[in-house]
């Protein structure tokens, strides 16, 4: 088969179906929609900031990172955040590949994972004929046992005995000017050792209509950063909650029913926090489903493109990767 355009020749399917094996497996398109990058600077928990404002110190930290040149999304409009692809960037290298991974997670309020699903793809877009006839160098060091399969075009023993990517005719040249899928992946269960990112949301009735909640996360894949992590908590209609504690930065979006708890990084040397606060005349069921937001440019299935060589020397090509893990759905139910 041909490569198809934009769809790489993947098809129109947005979704995988369940699958007994790798041939087996369904479609997936590689119009994946993840959110822009905010880039931020590591920064340590602070304590809680005033209700519904950012505080002097946020505005400082976005106040440097404009002037370092850098775009910055205000906390409050997190739920209105739009979701673009990665641009493709032909002007910056003749080689250019996306490495894109979207996670749908459903967890339920008293533990279990409800939906666990991961699906990747690798893009290849060559805007210069005369990198045409190249193969893409990986490296895959995935503990997950991720689903791999290779674009029908692509040399599948080349693949698994090098951990090379390309074509079954090394003579013919990639597609120019087209973004064609190349590899993809997929990962589903409900084995909570596969979900990155525990929230645990604890409401506790007051005895006088009101509710105290807790809530904590925990990375549990800790060769991942998460920047930009919103957690979105709703609220009963009207309620105006009182903060305690506070590992980050909240806003109270009135308009929206809801509190965000914003942490521009959640890594290793961060790995758990908690936010705490009371809200008057409201029920434990008030605060769900929690929604999670987050961007990053670490791979969850630990696959890498380390290198692009040409067919006939093996010798390097100078290329541009874009590497994103983004949630489509990660909620707390």
């Given at each position: 088969p041909a490569f198809g355009g934009s769809s790489g020749g993947f098809g129109s399917s947005a979704l995988y179906t369940p699958a007994p094996s790798v041939g087996d497996m369904a479609n997936i398109s590689n119009d994946i929609k993840p959110p822009s990058y905010t880039s931020v600077q590591k920064q340590l928990p602070t304590r809680a900031m005033k209700l519904g404002?950012?505080?002097?110190?946020?505005?400082?930290?976005?106040?440097?990172?404009?002037?370092?040149?850098?775009?910055?999304?205000?906390?409050?409009?997190?739920?209105?955040?739009?979701?673009?692809?990665?641009?493709?960037?032909?002007?910056?290298?003749g080689v250019y590949l996306k490495?894109?991974?979207?996670?749908?997670?459903?967890?339920?309020?008293?533990?279990?994972?409800?939906?666990?699903?991961?699906?990747?793809?690798?893009?290849l877009h060559i805007s210069d004929e005369k990198w045409g006839r190249i193969r893409v160098q990986l490296k895959n060091q995935d503990s997950h046992g991720v689903q791999l399969q290779t674009h029908p075009n692509v040399d599948k023993e080349l693949f698994k005995s090098r951990s090379q990517i390309g074509l079954k005719q090394p003579n013919k040249p990639f597609p120019l000017n087209t973004d064609v899928g190349v590899l993809k992946w997929r990962l589903q269960g409900t084995d909570e050792a596969f979900v990155p990112l525990l929230i645990n949301c604890w409401p506790?009735?007051?005895?006088?209509?009101?509710?105290?909640?807790?809530?904590?996360?925990?990375?549990?894949?800790?060769?991942?950063e998460l920047v930009d992590v919103n957690i979105c908590i709703p609220l009963p209609i009207g309620c105006t909650p009182i903060v305690g504690e506070c590992d980050g930065t909240y806003s109270h979006e009135s308009k929206r029913n809801q509190l965000v708890w914003s942490l521009p990084l959640i890594d290793a040397s961060n790995k758990s926090?908690?936010?705490?606060?009371?809200?008057?005349?409201?029920?434990?069921?008030?605060?769900?489903?929690?929604?999670?937001?987050?961007?990053?440019?670490?791979?969850?299935?630990?696959?890498?493109i380390t290198e692009v060589l040409l067919v006939d020397d093996e010798s390097a090509v100078k290329h541009t990767v874009d590497t994103m893990l983004f949630p489509d759905k990660y909620e707390i139910v």
């Amino acid at each position: 088969p041909a490569f198809g355009g934009s769809s790489g020749g993947f098809g129109s399917s947005a979704l995988y179906t369940p699958a007994p094996s790798v041939g087996d497996m369904a479609n997936i398109s590689n119009d994946i929609k993840p959110p822009s990058y905010t880039s931020v600077q590591k920064q340590l928990p602070t304590r809680a900031m005033k209700l519904g404002s950012k505080g002097k110190d946020v505005e400082s930290f976005v106040d440097q990172l404009k002037s370092e040149g850098e775009s910055v999304t205000a906390v409050n409009n997190v739920s209105q955040a739009s979701h673009k692809s990665i641009a493709i960037k032909p002007e910056i290298d003749g080689v250019y590949l996306k490495q894109e991974e979207k996670l749908i997670v459903r967890m339920g309020r008293d533990g279990g994972v409800q939906q666990f699903e991961l699906s990747g793809l690798i893009t290849l877009h060559i805007s210069d004929e005369k990198w045409g006839r190249i193969r893409v160098q990986l490296k895959n060091q995935d503990s997950h046992g991720v689903q791999l399969q290779t674009h029908p075009n692509v040399d599948k023993e080349l693949f698994k005995s090098r951990s090379q990517i390309g074509l079954k005719q090394p003579n013919k040249p990639f597609p120019l000017n087209t973004d064609v899928g190349v590899l993809k992946w997929r990962l589903q269960g409900t084995d909570e050792a596969f979900v990155p990112l525990l929230i645990n949301c604890w409401p506790s009735e007051t005895g006088d209509g009101g509710c105290d909640v807790n809530i904590e996360y925990e990375l549990t894949h800790l060769d991942l950063e998460l920047v930009d992590v919103n957690i979105c908590i709703p609220l009963p209609i009207g309620c105006t909650p009182i903060v305690g504690e506070c590992d980050g930065t909240y806003s109270h979006e009135s308009k929206r029913n809801q509190l965000v708890w914003s942490l521009p990084l959640i890594d290793a040397s961060n790995k758990s926090g908690s936010f705490e606060f009371s809200a008057p005349r409201a029920i434990p069921n008030d605060f769900f489903p929690l929604n999670v937001m987050f961007n990053s440019k670490s791979t969850y299935a630990q696959i890498q493109i380390t290198e692009v060589l040409l067919v006939d020397d093996e010798s390097a090509v100078k290329h541009t990767v874009d590497t994103m893990l983004f949630p489509d759905k990660y909620e707390i139910v």
